[in-house]
């Protein structure tokens, strides 16, 4: 009897308790949501992510905050899976009431999400997932969701125009993750790029983001040794590949996408290797260097490309909800849109009609020494 | 002819890993009836071991010359992930398994599953081996030969031998010493083993050990060949793993090495013939010996004991 008695009371608070934490809150904070891979395969890039947003939503509470409210971070961990990210978007927008959103990562994480976003007239900006699915679909623009980055098209014939004219590189082979957009769609860029401007593409094959084992690929890749191997995918399967590409004996030029950008890249393996990518902290514009100090002062790091466009991406938004004067999504969209020149680490920023920047230019690195260099900015 | 040649010893290098789990398997399935499908686990298990000897060890100089060290280091890795795998299956046949000894097989065989599901999600928590991808760390140096247009790395060569080597001690202990009498005993009849005075449940506990101490080496052995872990890496190699055993007829420690090469091979050429298809290849090999010869390769039809 004393049990049940127990248990019943407890039961009454248990329902009481939530209904107490859904009273008003003061009021005066903005929540944004950030979703990015904070586990899983790619976890510095959410780290990075998410340091990039916190610098700047803590400048603009410094700075007062927006409309006299507060900024507060909602963080949703998307493990780099897209169910992750679907269950992230939604408790974020349905439970923490959430209106905008910063996220996520990767372009297959970024899609799904996109959709839910635009569904519910949430604002979403996506710091690095550069495939253009990410803000249109089917040829339609879902209207509330832009990006802080260049798309794949640019990225992957930046690298191929870089190996033809520059490296006066002749052969090729590819490799491609088949069940991730991002990398998949680089892939395609980059050969249709590399074959138009008279270069080779002699192996050009898919794996699935389980394998391991490359041992057959890279057989049928040195019968006919490329003087460059493309991999456009995240750092961990590219450390994996390329140590087995060496093991192989191939002496050529490794290559990649900004997915190479983490401090987890094994720069033993790729030493020599280029990779396109969306700033370089050697770049002598004000803008940069004083996010390059600010940044390794407050993390003892040099700001990788993840956490500017994260740094570049709140910016924006918050940008456009202090211009909107509101809270109310249709404005902040309209804001969004109509930003013109608008001055950010990685450029000045303008939207094109589907939510992409304008003219972003596009920096080559190389691992030399087992740091990253700036070679050269590409202006697609 | 030398490309034929070249995917034909990737194939087999694979398969080398591929047998050192798949024995695992079939020396359990012996002994107990019992698929033990936490084994792909435990050879995850045992390449985050040699990943915590090998980082706790990096700094270490233990002759001075680097390719000895790198060997050595490799080789403690290796003996470390050994030892833990062993204690892990031992304890895990204690707590889990041996309850369950004379109850129905299916039993058994949904605990093996939760079993292998726990390890998977517990050391996926922060505070035990974590939810991340993590670069193996190489202690050898890349060094590769090129011998009559065939290209051999280290690794292929160390695959190769630390492999046959176990093989060989496993072949000793299983037909060569008492210990190994007992668990042909145990396997063929575990009644009457006990009435002969065999202590069957230290037997059993020997199996599991053995057959982990190889599950670890081979994870420790497979995170150097392919240098990316994280703690749902067993599941595939065990599904394979498995599915040799049961191609080599399982219950078959000769069987289980064939039906290992075999899988390895058929995979590395489908591999070089269309990327995408190389799983469902190996897994159509195994249903066609299956179609042709049920028992698999090795394996005795066996009479259902009632």
């Not at chain 1, 009021?27 to 959410?46: L, S």
Request: with cysteine; proline share 4%; charged share 20%.
């Amino acid at each position: 009897m004393r049990t049940i008695r127990i248990l019943s009371i407890l039961l009454v608070v248990s329902m009481i308790l939530p209904l107490a934490s859904c009273g008003p809150k003061g009021g005066g904070t903005i929540k944004i949501g950030v979703i990015a891979p904070m586990t899983g395969d790619v976890k510095t890039f959410g780290e990075s992510t998410k340091n990039g947003v916190q610098m700047a939503i803590n400048e603009w509470n410094a700075k007062g905050g927006i409309n006299g409210k507060t900024l507060e971070m909602v963080l949703g961990d998307d493990k780099n899976d897209p169910a992750e990210a679907t269950n992230a978007a939604t408790k974020l927008i349905k439970q923490d009431k959430v209106k905008f959103i910063i996220g996520s990562v990767s372009s297959k994480c970024s899609i799904p999400i996109s959709v839910i976003a635009n569904d519910n007239k949430v604002v979403m900006i996506s710091g690095t997932s550069t495939n253009p699915k990410v803000t249109v679909a089917d040829g339609k623009r879902k209207e509330y969701v832009f990006r802080a980055c260049f798309i794949d098209p640019p990225q992957g014939s930046a690298m191929a125009k870089f190996a033809l004219e520059t490296l006066k590189i002749k052969k090729a082979a590819v490799f491609y993750d088949n069940g991730n957009d991002y990398v998949k769609g680089l892939a395609e860029f980059f050969k249709a790029a590399f074959e138009k401007g008279g270069g080779t593409v002699t192996v050009y094959e898919a794996y699935s983001k389980d394998d391991t084992d490359f041992s057959a690929l890279l057989t049928k890749v040195m019968a006919d040794p490329p003087d460059m191997l493309y991999i456009p995918d995240y750092y961990n399967m590219v450390n994996l590949i390329a140590k087995q590409a060496r093991d192989k004996g191939f002496k050529g030029i490794l290559a990649g996408g900004d997915g190479w950008d983490s401090s987890d890249l094994d720069v033993k393996a790729t030493e020599g290797g280029y990779f396109t990518n969306h700033y370089s902290p050697d770049d002598p514009r004000p803008e940069v260097q004083n996010w390059v100090k600010a940044y390794k002062e407050k993390y003892g790091s040099v700001p990788d490309a993840l956490a500017t466009l994260g740094y570049d991406a709140a910016n924006l938004l918050l940008n456009a909800i202090k211009t909107a004067g509101t809270e109310d999504t249709a404005k902040v969209k309209d804001a969004m849109q109509a930003t013109k020149g608008f001055k950010t680490v990685s450029g000045e920023i303008s939207f094109d009609q589907d939510g992409n920047p304008t003219n972003k230019d596009i920096a080559i690195l190389q691992i030399k020494g087992g740091k990253q260099v700036h070679v050269t900015t590409i202006k697609p | 002819m030398s490309y034929v040649l070249q995917q034909l010893l990737n194939g087999i290098a694979l398969g080398f890993v591929y047998a050192l789990i798949a024995l695992g398997y079939t020396m359990v399935y012996g002994i107990v009836r019992l698929i033990n499908f936490a084994h792909g686990d435990v050879f995850m298990v045992g390449a985050f071991i040699g990943y915590f000897t090998l980082r706790a060890l990096s700094k270490v100089t233990l002759t001075g010359i680097a390719w000895l060290d790198g060997l050595l280091l490799f080789l403690l890795a290796m003996l470390a992930a050994m030892v833990v795998c062993t204690a892990l299956n031992v304890a895990i046949e204690r707590i889990a398994y041996k309850p369950l000894r004379n109850a129905p097989r299916i039993a058994a065989l949904i605990t093996a599953i939760g079993v292998s599901l726990f390890l998977e999600y517990f050391s996926s928590l922060k505070f035990v081996f974590g939810p991340n991808y993590i670069t193996y760390p190489t202690p050898l140096p890349m060094v590769n030969w090129e011998i009559g247009g065939l290209r051999i790395s280290i690794l292929q060569v160390l695959i190769a031998v630390v492999a046959t080597l176990l093989l060989l001690a496993l072949n000793y202990i299983v037909h060569y010493t008492k210990m190994g009498k007992a668990m042909r005993a145990t396997a063929f009849d575990r009644d009457t083993a006990r009435l002969m005075g065999i202590d069957v449940d230290l037997t059993i506990s020997f199996t599991f050990g053995l057959g982990a101490a190889l599950a670890g080496a081979g994870g420790v052995l497979y995170a150097t060949a392919y240098p990316r872990i994280h703690t749902f890496m067993g599941i595939i190699p065990g599904l394979k793993a498995f599915t040799a055993a049961v191609l080599g007829g399982i219950g078959s420690l000769p069987g289980a090495f064939v039906g290992a090469l075999i899988m390895g091979v058929a995979e590395v050429i489908a591999k070089s013939i269309y990327s995408t298809i190389a799983d469902g290849v190996a897994f159509l090999v195994l249903i066609i010996v299956l179609l042709v010869k049920p028992a698999g390769l090795f394996g005795r039809a066996e009479v259902e004991k009632v």
